[in-house]
Protein backbone atom coordinates (compact mmCIF):
# COMPACT_ATOMS: atom_id res chain seq x y z
CA UNK A 1 0.00 0.00 0.00
CA UNK A 2 2.84 2.12 0.89
CA UNK A 3 4.26 2.53 -2.76
CA UNK A 4 0.92 3.69 -4.39
CA UNK A 5 0.61 6.91 -5.47
CA UNK A 6 -2.27 9.76 -4.58
CA UNK A 7 -3.38 9.10 -8.06
CA UNK A 8 -3.69 4.97 -7.47
CA UNK A 9 -4.80 5.11 -3.81
CA UNK A 10 -7.80 7.25 -4.50
CA UNK A 11 -8.98 4.69 -7.10
CA UNK A 12 -8.93 1.80 -4.66
CA UNK A 13 -10.43 4.11 -2.07
CA UNK A 14 -13.44 4.90 -4.28
CA UNK A 15 -13.79 1.10 -5.34
CA UNK A 16 -13.21 -0.25 -1.88
CA UNK A 17 -10.74 -2.14 -2.67
CA UNK A 18 -8.94 -0.80 0.57
CA UNK A 19 -10.24 1.73 3.45
CA UNK A 20 -8.80 5.06 4.35
CA UNK A 21 -8.11 3.34 7.64
CA UNK A 22 -6.03 0.30 6.39
CA UNK A 23 -4.08 2.65 4.54
CA UNK A 24 -3.35 5.07 7.68
CA UNK A 25 -2.20 2.33 9.91
CA UNK A 26 0.19 1.17 7.17
CA UNK A 27 1.34 4.60 7.41
CA UNK A 28 1.41 5.15 10.91
CA UNK A 29 3.17 1.37 11.18
CA UNK A 30 5.47 2.76 8.46
CA UNK A 31 6.59 5.58 10.66
CA UNK A 32 7.05 3.70 13.87
CA UNK A 33 9.77 1.44 11.81
CA UNK A 34 11.16 4.60 10.25
CA UNK A 35 10.96 7.73 12.39
CA UNK A 36 13.23 7.61 15.27
CA UNK A 37 15.73 6.97 12.52
CA UNK A 38 15.10 9.82 9.87
CA UNK A 39 13.13 12.25 12.29
CA UNK A 40 11.55 13.36 9.41
CA UNK A 41 8.02 14.39 11.83
CA UNK A 42 8.56 16.37 15.11
CA UNK A 43 5.17 15.36 15.95
CA UNK A 44 2.65 12.63 15.29
CA UNK A 45 -0.92 12.76 15.24
CA UNK A 46 -1.75 9.40 15.84
CA UNK A 47 -5.56 10.00 16.89
CA UNK A 48 -6.29 12.88 14.85
CA UNK A 49 -5.39 10.82 12.27
CA UNK A 50 -7.19 7.56 13.18
CA UNK A 51 -10.61 9.82 13.19
CA UNK A 52 -9.91 11.66 10.24
CA UNK A 53 -9.33 8.13 8.51
CA UNK A 54 -12.96 7.12 9.97
CA UNK A 55 -14.29 10.17 8.63
CA UNK A 56 -13.25 10.05 5.27
CA UNK A 57 -14.30 6.22 4.95
CA UNK A 58 -17.65 6.68 5.88
CA UNK A 59 -17.98 9.73 3.79
CA UNK A 60 -16.86 7.33 0.94
CA UNK A 61 -19.33 4.94 1.83
CA UNK A 62 -21.75 6.87 1.57
CA UNK A 63 -21.06 8.52 -2.07
CA UNK A 64 -20.12 11.93 -0.46
CA UNK A 65 -16.05 11.44 -1.39
CA UNK A 66 -13.93 14.60 -1.30
CA UNK A 67 -11.15 15.53 -3.69
CA UNK A 68 -8.17 13.68 -1.62
CA UNK A 69 -10.59 11.53 0.86
CA UNK A 70 -8.86 9.17 3.05
CA UNK A 71 -5.04 10.07 1.71
CA UNK A 72 -2.77 10.10 4.60
CA UNK A 73 -0.22 13.93 4.31
CA UNK A 74 2.30 15.87 6.48
CA UNK A 75 1.97 18.94 7.09
CA UNK A 76 5.31 21.06 7.59
CA UNK A 77 5.53 22.13 11.20
CA UNK A 78 5.17 25.92 9.82
CA UNK A 79 1.55 25.93 8.99
CA UNK A 80 -0.52 26.60 12.29
CA UNK A 81 -3.21 23.83 12.81
CA UNK A 82 -5.85 24.37 15.98
CA UNK A 83 -4.61 22.34 19.09
CA UNK A 84 -1.78 21.10 17.72
CA UNK A 85 1.23 22.07 18.35
CA UNK A 86 3.40 24.04 15.94
CA UNK A 87 6.85 24.44 16.25
CA UNK A 88 8.43 26.12 13.43
CA UNK A 89 11.40 23.47 14.68
CA UNK A 90 12.39 26.36 16.84
CA UNK A 91 12.94 26.23 20.97
CA UNK A 92 10.75 29.75 20.87
CA UNK A 93 7.43 27.99 19.80
CA UNK A 94 8.37 24.21 21.35
CA UNK A 95 5.41 24.79 23.30
CA UNK A 96 2.76 26.77 20.82
CA UNK A 97 -0.91 25.34 20.41
CA UNK A 98 -2.33 27.68 18.10
CA UNK A 99 -6.11 28.57 18.22
CA UNK A 100 -6.74 28.82 14.77
CA UNK A 101 -6.08 26.93 11.81
CA UNK A 102 -4.01 27.93 8.27
CA UNK A 103 -5.66 28.37 5.47
CA UNK A 104 -3.79 25.61 3.79
CA UNK A 105 -4.29 23.43 6.68
CA UNK A 106 -8.01 23.99 6.68
CA UNK A 107 -8.27 23.45 3.07
CA UNK A 108 -6.42 20.31 3.09
CA UNK A 109 -9.04 19.87 6.46
CA UNK A 110 -11.79 20.17 3.54
CA UNK A 111 -10.58 18.06 0.69
CA UNK A 112 -10.79 14.70 2.88
CA UNK A 113 -7.16 14.26 4.18
CA UNK A 114 -6.04 12.44 6.94
CA UNK A 115 -3.21 14.26 9.27
CA UNK A 116 -0.07 12.13 10.28
CA UNK A 117 1.67 14.75 11.96
CA UNK A 118 3.63 17.87 11.62
CA UNK A 119 7.18 17.36 9.62
CA UNK A 120 10.81 18.39 10.51
CA UNK A 121 12.26 21.59 8.73
CA UNK A 122 15.14 23.83 9.18
CA UNK A 123 14.45 26.69 12.36
CA UNK A 124 11.72 29.28 10.73
CA UNK A 125 12.97 28.10 7.75
CA UNK A 126 15.90 29.41 7.06
CA UNK A 127 18.11 26.92 6.03
CA UNK A 128 19.12 24.54 3.31
CA UNK A 129 19.66 20.82 4.89
CA UNK A 130 17.31 20.99 7.36
CA UNK A 131 19.82 20.80 9.99
CA UNK A 132 19.38 24.24 12.04
CA UNK A 133 16.43 22.89 13.29
CA UNK A 134 16.14 23.09 17.16
CA UNK A 135 14.63 18.83 17.08
CA UNK A 136 17.48 17.89 14.97
CA UNK A 137 18.08 17.44 11.10
CA UNK A 138 15.90 14.80 9.01
CA UNK A 139 17.77 12.16 7.79
CA UNK A 140 17.34 11.53 3.56
CA UNK A 141 15.72 8.07 3.17
CA UNK A 142 18.52 7.12 0.09
CA UNK A 143 21.80 5.24 1.03
CA UNK A 144 19.96 6.36 4.35
CA UNK A 145 23.21 4.50 6.11
CA UNK A 146 25.48 7.54 4.84
CA UNK A 147 23.07 10.16 6.82
CA UNK A 148 22.47 12.04 3.37
CA UNK A 149 20.38 15.54 4.07
CA UNK A 150 16.99 15.57 2.70
CA UNK A 151 17.44 18.90 2.05
CA UNK A 152 16.14 22.41 3.76
CA UNK A 153 13.80 23.84 4.90
CA UNK A 154 11.38 20.91 3.71
CA UNK A 155 13.18 18.57 4.59
CA UNK A 156 11.09 16.63 7.00
CA UNK A 157 8.59 16.62 4.83
CA UNK A 158 10.52 15.19 1.91
CA UNK A 159 11.88 12.91 3.96
CA UNK A 160 8.54 11.36 5.12
CA UNK A 161 7.35 11.14 1.49
CA UNK A 162 10.35 9.77 0.06
CA UNK A 163 10.29 6.95 2.61
CA UNK A 164 6.49 5.77 2.52
CA UNK A 165 5.80 7.72 6.15
CA UNK A 166 2.90 9.65 4.52
CA UNK A 167 1.54 10.13 0.44
CA UNK A 168 2.24 13.83 0.35
CA UNK A 169 3.07 16.73 2.10
CA UNK A 170 2.94 20.59 2.02
CA UNK A 171 6.28 22.47 2.08
CA UNK A 172 6.69 26.03 1.86
CA UNK A 173 9.38 27.98 -0.58
CA UNK A 174 11.00 31.42 -0.33
CA UNK A 175 14.39 30.48 -1.90
CA UNK A 176 14.38 27.19 -2.83
CA UNK A 177 13.04 25.31 0.31
CA UNK A 178 10.65 22.66 -1.82
CA UNK A 179 12.75 22.30 -4.74
CA UNK A 180 16.31 21.65 -3.46
CA UNK A 181 14.89 19.10 -1.37
CA UNK A 182 12.14 17.44 -4.00
CA UNK A 183 15.66 17.33 -6.00
CA UNK A 184 17.60 15.52 -3.75
CA UNK A 185 15.01 12.82 -2.41
CA UNK A 186 14.06 11.79 -6.02
CA UNK A 187 10.59 13.72 -5.23
CA UNK A 188 8.14 16.16 -6.69
CA UNK A 189 7.52 19.45 -5.70
CA UNK A 190 6.14 23.14 -6.98
CA UNK A 191 6.67 26.80 -5.49
CA UNK A 192 3.70 27.93 -7.11
CA UNK A 193 2.97 31.59 -8.92
CA UNK A 194 3.78 33.79 -5.58
CA UNK A 195 0.07 33.97 -4.05
CA UNK A 196 -1.76 31.39 -5.45
CA UNK A 197 -1.63 29.47 -2.35
CA UNK A 198 -2.74 31.54 1.37
CA UNK A 199 0.10 32.61 3.84
CA UNK A 200 -2.42 32.94 5.98
CA UNK A 201 -1.65 31.09 9.53
CA UNK A 202 1.77 29.87 8.03
CA UNK A 203 4.48 31.25 10.24
CA UNK A 204 6.48 33.86 8.79
CA UNK A 205 9.94 34.24 7.04
CA UNK A 206 9.97 36.65 4.51
CA UNK A 207 6.23 37.82 3.64
CA UNK A 208 7.28 38.57 0.03
CA UNK A 209 8.88 35.56 -0.79
CA UNK A 210 7.16 33.18 1.25
CA UNK A 211 5.39 30.13 -0.98
CA UNK A 212 3.67 27.21 0.03
CA UNK A 213 3.47 24.47 -1.93
CA UNK A 214 2.81 20.52 -2.23
CA UNK A 215 5.22 17.36 -2.41
CA UNK A 216 4.74 14.49 -3.62
CA UNK A 217 5.90 11.37 -5.54
CA UNK A 218 4.80 12.51 -8.69
CA UNK A 219 3.93 15.29 -11.11
CA UNK A 220 -0.13 14.04 -11.02
CA UNK A 221 0.25 13.45 -7.13
CA UNK A 222 1.75 17.86 -7.10
CA UNK A 223 -1.35 18.84 -9.42
CA UNK A 224 -3.89 17.02 -7.48
CA UNK A 225 -2.59 18.88 -4.15
CA UNK A 226 -1.89 22.32 -5.30
CA UNK A 227 -5.45 21.89 -6.82
CA UNK A 228 -6.70 21.25 -2.73
CA UNK A 229 -4.27 24.32 -1.42
CA UNK A 230 -4.56 26.96 -3.65
CA UNK A 231 -7.33 29.60 -4.04
CA UNK A 232 -8.15 33.09 -3.09
CA UNK A 233 -8.02 33.78 0.89
CA UNK A 234 -9.12 37.32 1.75
CA UNK A 235 -7.14 36.27 4.65
CA UNK A 236 -4.36 36.95 3.29
CA UNK A 237 -3.70 40.60 1.54
CA UNK A 238 -0.97 39.22 -1.35
CA UNK A 239 -3.62 36.55 -2.07
CA UNK A 240 -4.90 36.36 -5.87
CA UNK A 241 -7.68 36.31 -7.02
CA UNK A 242 -6.99 33.51 -9.46
CA UNK A 243 -9.04 30.90 -10.84
CA UNK A 244 -6.77 27.91 -11.40
CA UNK A 245 -7.83 25.42 -13.89
CA UNK A 246 -5.92 22.71 -13.01
CA UNK A 247 -7.86 19.46 -14.79
CA UNK A 248 -6.09 15.75 -13.29
CA UNK A 249 -4.61 13.99 -14.56
CA UNK A 250 -2.41 16.41 -16.41
CA UNK A 251 -2.66 16.50 -20.05
CA UNK A 252 0.11 16.04 -22.55
CA UNK A 253 1.47 19.50 -23.47
CA UNK A 254 4.18 18.16 -26.07
CA UNK A 255 3.68 15.37 -29.33
CA UNK A 256 0.97 15.18 -31.95
CA UNK A 257 2.30 18.15 -33.68
CA UNK A 258 1.95 20.38 -30.72
CA UNK A 259 4.47 23.78 -30.70
CA UNK A 260 6.36 24.39 -27.34
CA UNK A 261 9.48 27.14 -27.00
CA UNK A 262 11.22 26.02 -24.32
CA UNK A 263 13.67 28.67 -23.18
CA UNK A 264 17.59 27.50 -21.35
CA UNK A 265 18.81 30.43 -19.70
CA UNK A 266 21.74 31.35 -21.41
CA UNK A 267 23.57 32.47 -17.82
CA UNK A 268 23.29 29.62 -16.04
CA UNK A 269 25.94 28.16 -18.52
CA UNK A 270 29.03 28.83 -16.99
CA UNK A 271 27.98 27.98 -13.19
CA UNK A 272 29.63 24.71 -11.90
CA UNK A 273 27.65 21.65 -11.69
CA UNK A 274 28.32 18.16 -11.75
CA UNK A 275 28.75 16.17 -14.04
CA UNK A 276 25.78 13.67 -13.89
CA UNK A 277 23.73 16.95 -13.47
CA UNK A 278 24.72 18.33 -16.77
CA UNK A 279 24.41 15.10 -18.82
CA UNK A 280 21.23 14.19 -17.25
CA UNK A 281 19.80 18.15 -18.06
CA UNK A 282 20.98 17.98 -21.52
CA UNK A 283 19.45 14.70 -22.17
CA UNK A 284 16.41 15.74 -21.15
CA UNK A 285 16.37 19.20 -23.24
CA UNK A 286 16.99 16.86 -26.15
CA UNK A 287 14.18 14.29 -25.23
CA UNK A 288 11.98 17.70 -25.00
CA UNK A 289 13.62 18.25 -28.70
CA UNK A 290 12.83 14.49 -29.74
CA UNK A 291 8.48 15.34 -29.03
CA UNK A 292 8.79 18.73 -31.26
CA UNK A 293 9.65 21.52 -28.38
CA UNK A 294 11.92 24.18 -29.87
CA UNK A 295 14.80 24.96 -27.52
CA UNK A 296 15.76 28.48 -27.58
CA UNK A 297 18.27 30.55 -25.46
CA UNK A 298 17.32 32.93 -23.36
CA UNK A 299 18.99 35.61 -20.90
CA UNK A 300 18.23 37.03 -17.17
CA UNK A 301 20.80 39.14 -17.02
CA UNK A 302 21.25 39.50 -13.11
CA UNK A 303 20.35 36.18 -12.47
CA UNK A 304 23.55 35.38 -10.64
CA UNK A 305 23.00 38.97 -8.74
CA UNK A 306 19.78 36.94 -7.19
CA UNK A 307 21.66 35.48 -4.16
CA UNK A 308 23.06 38.61 -3.38
CA UNK A 309 19.73 40.18 -3.30
CA UNK A 310 17.58 37.42 -1.85
CA UNK A 311 20.38 37.14 1.07
CA UNK A 312 19.72 41.28 1.83
CA UNK A 313 15.51 41.00 1.13
CA UNK A 314 14.78 37.37 3.05
CA UNK A 315 16.81 38.83 6.36
CA UNK A 316 14.89 41.97 5.89
CA UNK A 317 11.74 40.83 6.28
CA UNK A 318 12.87 38.01 8.66
CA UNK A 319 14.22 40.46 11.22
CA UNK A 320 10.86 42.56 11.09
CA UNK A 321 8.58 39.39 11.11
CA UNK A 322 10.67 37.83 13.99
CA UNK A 323 10.42 40.49 16.17
CA UNK A 324 7.14 39.70 17.56
CA UNK A 325 8.90 36.71 19.67
CA UNK A 326 9.73 38.52 22.44
CA UNK A 327 8.55 36.83 25.25
CA UNK A 328 5.73 38.66 25.91
CA UNK A 329 3.13 38.34 23.33
CA UNK A 330 4.70 34.50 21.89
CA UNK A 331 6.39 31.57 22.56
CA UNK A 332 9.12 30.92 25.04
CA UNK A 333 9.74 33.43 27.99
CA UNK A 334 13.03 33.82 30.38
CA UNK A 335 12.20 36.11 32.77
CA UNK A 336 14.78 39.15 33.37
CA UNK A 337 15.25 41.85 35.69
CA UNK A 338 12.55 44.82 33.71
CA UNK A 339 10.55 44.33 30.35
CA UNK A 340 13.97 44.95 28.10
CA UNK A 341 15.70 42.06 29.86
CA UNK A 342 12.80 39.62 29.45
CA UNK A 343 12.87 40.66 25.68
CA UNK A 344 16.88 40.02 25.69
CA UNK A 345 17.19 36.94 27.32
CA UNK A 346 13.67 35.24 25.92
CA UNK A 347 15.23 35.87 22.29
CA UNK A 348 18.76 35.03 23.17
CA UNK A 349 17.31 31.29 24.73
CA UNK A 350 14.59 31.18 21.93
CA UNK A 351 16.49 31.60 18.70
CA UNK A 352 19.39 29.30 17.39
CA UNK A 353 22.24 31.06 15.51
CA UNK A 354 21.20 30.86 12.13
CA UNK A 355 17.67 32.92 12.78
CA UNK A 356 19.99 34.86 14.88
CA UNK A 357 22.42 35.82 11.92
CA UNK A 358 19.58 36.80 10.04
CA UNK A 359 18.36 38.96 12.09
CA UNK A 360 21.34 40.99 12.85
CA UNK A 361 21.77 40.86 8.96
CA UNK A 362 18.44 42.08 8.08
CA UNK A 363 18.34 44.50 11.02
CA UNK A 364 21.78 45.94 9.51
CA UNK A 365 20.66 46.40 6.14
CA UNK A 366 17.49 47.90 7.30
CA UNK A 367 19.68 50.61 9.21
CA UNK A 368 19.41 54.25 8.03
CA UNK A 369 23.26 53.89 6.91
CA UNK A 370 22.90 50.62 4.73
CA UNK A 371 19.23 51.14 3.82
CA UNK A 372 20.13 52.75 0.56
CA UNK A 373 22.87 51.08 -0.37
CA UNK A 374 21.86 47.34 0.34
CA UNK A 375 18.46 46.92 0.65
CA UNK A 376 16.95 49.54 -1.95
CA UNK A 377 20.38 48.25 -4.01
CA UNK A 378 18.88 44.39 -3.76
CA UNK A 379 15.20 45.53 -4.76
CA UNK A 380 15.94 46.83 -7.53
CA UNK A 381 18.00 43.92 -8.66
CA UNK A 382 15.04 42.20 -7.82
CA UNK A 383 12.88 44.33 -9.97
CA UNK A 384 15.53 43.76 -12.68
CA UNK A 385 15.10 39.99 -12.58
CA UNK A 386 11.44 39.89 -12.16
CA UNK A 387 11.30 42.50 -15.80
CA UNK A 388 13.64 39.75 -17.46
CA UNK A 389 11.61 36.91 -16.46
CA UNK A 390 8.93 38.81 -17.77
CA UNK A 391 10.98 39.77 -21.45
CA UNK A 392 11.96 36.15 -21.42
CA UNK A 393 8.65 34.69 -21.62
CA UNK A 394 7.22 36.88 -24.72
CA UNK A 395 10.59 34.53 -26.55
CA UNK A 396 9.43 31.05 -24.73
CA UNK A 397 6.97 29.28 -23.22
CA UNK A 398 8.23 27.77 -20.36
CA UNK A 399 11.90 27.65 -18.87
CA UNK A 400 14.18 24.58 -17.40
CA UNK A 401 17.15 24.76 -15.96
CA UNK A 402 18.94 22.43 -12.79
CA UNK A 403 17.46 22.37 -9.74
CA UNK A 404 20.76 22.33 -7.75
CA UNK A 405 24.56 21.48 -8.77
CA UNK A 406 24.46 17.53 -7.08
CA UNK A 407 23.22 15.22 -5.47
CA UNK A 408 22.49 14.88 -1.72
CA UNK A 409 25.33 15.68 0.40
CA UNK A 410 26.46 14.22 3.82
CA UNK A 411 24.63 16.00 6.81
CA UNK A 412 27.93 16.19 8.56
CA UNK A 413 29.30 18.80 5.66
CA UNK A 414 31.39 21.36 7.13
CA UNK A 415 29.96 24.31 5.65
CA UNK A 416 30.33 28.10 5.97
CA UNK A 417 27.03 29.91 6.01
CA UNK A 418 28.22 30.98 2.88
CA UNK A 419 28.64 28.05 1.16
CA UNK A 420 25.23 27.04 2.58
CA UNK A 421 23.77 30.34 1.11
CA UNK A 422 25.46 29.45 -2.31
CA UNK A 423 23.53 26.45 -2.61
CA UNK A 424 20.42 28.23 -3.45
CA UNK A 425 21.71 29.41 -6.75
CA UNK A 426 19.14 28.17 -9.20
CA UNK A 427 16.14 28.59 -7.16
CA UNK A 428 16.43 32.20 -5.51
CA UNK A 429 15.45 33.95 -8.62
CA UNK A 430 11.81 32.40 -9.28
CA UNK A 431 10.80 33.85 -5.54
CA UNK A 432 12.44 36.80 -6.03
CA UNK A 433 10.39 37.37 -9.57
CA UNK A 434 7.25 35.27 -7.67
CA UNK A 435 6.92 32.62 -10.82
CA UNK A 436 5.96 29.19 -10.79
CA UNK A 437 8.82 26.60 -10.84
CA UNK A 438 8.64 22.78 -10.45
CA UNK A 439 11.74 20.17 -9.43
CA UNK A 440 11.04 17.10 -11.08
CA UNK A 441 13.60 14.07 -11.22
CA UNK A 442 15.46 14.25 -14.49
CA UNK A 443 17.32 10.59 -13.68
CA UNK A 444 19.85 8.81 -11.21
CA UNK A 445 23.57 10.04 -10.96
CA UNK A 446 26.41 7.41 -11.09
CA UNK A 447 26.37 7.23 -7.17
CA UNK A 448 23.08 5.74 -7.58
CA UNK A 449 21.43 9.10 -6.15
CA UNK A 450 18.53 10.67 -7.93
CA UNK A 451 18.62 14.62 -9.73
CA UNK A 452 16.10 17.07 -10.38
CA UNK A 453 15.53 19.79 -12.96
CA UNK A 454 13.36 22.58 -12.83
CA UNK A 455 10.34 23.89 -14.86
CA UNK A 456 9.98 27.29 -14.60
CA UNK A 457 6.67 29.61 -16.21
CA UNK A 458 5.43 32.84 -16.48
CA UNK A 459 2.97 34.52 -13.24
CA UNK A 460 -0.08 32.18 -13.01
CA UNK A 461 1.00 29.39 -15.89
CA UNK A 462 1.87 27.09 -12.86
CA UNK A 463 -0.27 24.33 -14.86
CA UNK A 464 1.50 24.37 -17.79
CA UNK A 465 4.82 24.05 -15.65
CA UNK A 466 3.39 20.45 -14.05
CA UNK A 467 2.33 19.33 -17.89
CA UNK A 468 6.19 19.79 -18.82
CA UNK A 469 7.15 18.28 -15.94
CA UNK A 470 4.99 15.19 -16.56
CA UNK A 471 6.71 15.25 -19.75
CA UNK A 472 9.89 14.95 -17.84
CA UNK A 473 9.13 12.67 -14.87
CA UNK A 474 7.89 10.19 -18.24
CA UNK A 475 11.27 10.70 -19.70
CA UNK A 476 13.49 10.03 -16.75
CA UNK A 477 11.43 7.09 -15.24
CA UNK A 478 12.96 7.20 -11.91
CA UNK A 479 11.95 4.49 -9.58
CA UNK A 480 11.15 6.37 -5.84
CA UNK A 481 8.69 3.80 -4.43
CA UNK A 482 9.42 4.10 -0.97
CA UNK A 483 10.00 -0.12 -0.54
CA UNK A 484 12.65 0.45 -3.31
CA UNK A 485 14.42 3.39 -1.61
CA UNK A 486 14.41 1.80 2.04
CA UNK A 487 16.11 -1.54 0.15
CA UNK A 488 12.79 -3.71 1.21
N1 LIG B 1 17.93 28.02 1.71
C1 LIG B 1 17.19 29.25 1.66
C2 LIG B 1 17.40 30.03 2.93
O1 LIG B 1 18.05 29.54 3.78
C3 LIG B 1 15.76 28.99 1.36
C4 LIG B 1 14.89 28.77 2.53
C5 LIG B 1 13.44 28.66 2.18
O2 LIG B 1 13.07 28.59 1.00
N2 LIG B 1 12.61 28.62 3.20
O3 LIG B 1 16.92 31.09 3.09
Known amino acids: MIDLSITEALQKLQSREISATELTRAHLDRIDKYNPELNAYITVTRERAMADAAAADARIKNGNARLLDGIPIGMK?????RGIRTTAASHMLENFIPEYES???????????VLLGKTNLDEFAMGTFSKTSYFGAPVNPWQREKHLTAGGSSGGSTSAV????????????TGGSIRFPCSITGLVGIKPTYGLSSRWGCVAFASSLDTPGPIARTVDDVALLLRAMAGHDPKDSTSADFNLNLETPLKPILGDGKKLRIGIIKEFANVK????MKTLFEKRVSDLKSMGAEVIEVSIPNILDALAAYYIIAPAEASSNLARYDGVRYGLRVEGSDVYDT???????????????RMIIGTA?????????????????RRMIADAFNRAFDGCDLIVCPSGAGTAMPLDSDMTPLEYYALDLFTVAMNLAGVPACSVPCGMAQNGLPLGMQV????????RVLQL??????????????????GE
Request: charged share 25%.
Open 456 to 463: VGKMFDDV
Open 273 to 276: ISED
Open 162 to 173: AAGMCMGATGTD
Open 469 to 486: AKHIEQFACVDNRPTKIM
Open 77 to 81: DLFAT
Open 365 to 381: VLSSESYEVYFMQAARV
Open 103 to 113: TVSQKFIDAGT
Open 343 to 357: FKKSRAAGFGDEVKR
